[in-house]
Nanobody, 127 residues
Framework: QVQVVESGGGSVQAGGSLTLSCAASGSSDRSYCMGWFRQAPGKEREAVAATYTGGGSVYYADSVKGRFTISQDSAKNTLHLQMNSLKPEDTAMYYC????????????????????WGQGAQVSVSS
């Protein structure tokens, strides 16, 4: 069983920045597929960014490319999402998702492939 610890989020004006962090409980030497999904009211959950902490491809949704960046601590169980140039349409609940298997996706990561989820962090961007 993996516990997901999320932190970050908050409220900013358009153009501002926020950082989300996510950590998987357990060994820091183990690699995970980790990512963020977001869900706005009345909309489906969508993948924002994801990567395998053991190395490999990084996924970014087209809507966040060039603005959001994933970074990783030296520990393989911690990931950060730096969100710059935030827009009102980025407003949503952001969920960190983790799976023990290497990441794979066709088109975009499927939330059904992630076994463990954080409690969510609200990101609100005002115009």
């Amino acid at each position: 069983q993996v516990q997901v610890v999320e932190s970050g989020g908050g409220s900013v004006q358009a153009g501002g920045s926020l950082t989300l962090s996510c950590a998987a409980s357990g060994s820091s030497d183990r690699s995970y597929c980790m990512g963020w999904f977001r869900q706005a009211p009345g909309k489906e959950r969508e993948a924002v960014a994801a990567t395998y902490t053991g190395g490999g491809s990084v996924y970014y949704a087209d809507s966040v490319k060039g603005r959001f960046t994933i970074s990783q601590d030296s520990a393989k169980n911690t990931l950060h999402l730096q969100m710059n140039s935030l827009k009102p349409e980025d407003t949503a609940m952001y969920y960190c998702a983790i799976d023990g298997d290497p990441c794979w996706w066709v088109g975009s990561p499927d939330p059904r492939h992630f076994a463990y989820w954080g409690q969510g962090a609200q990101v609100s961007v005002s115009s």
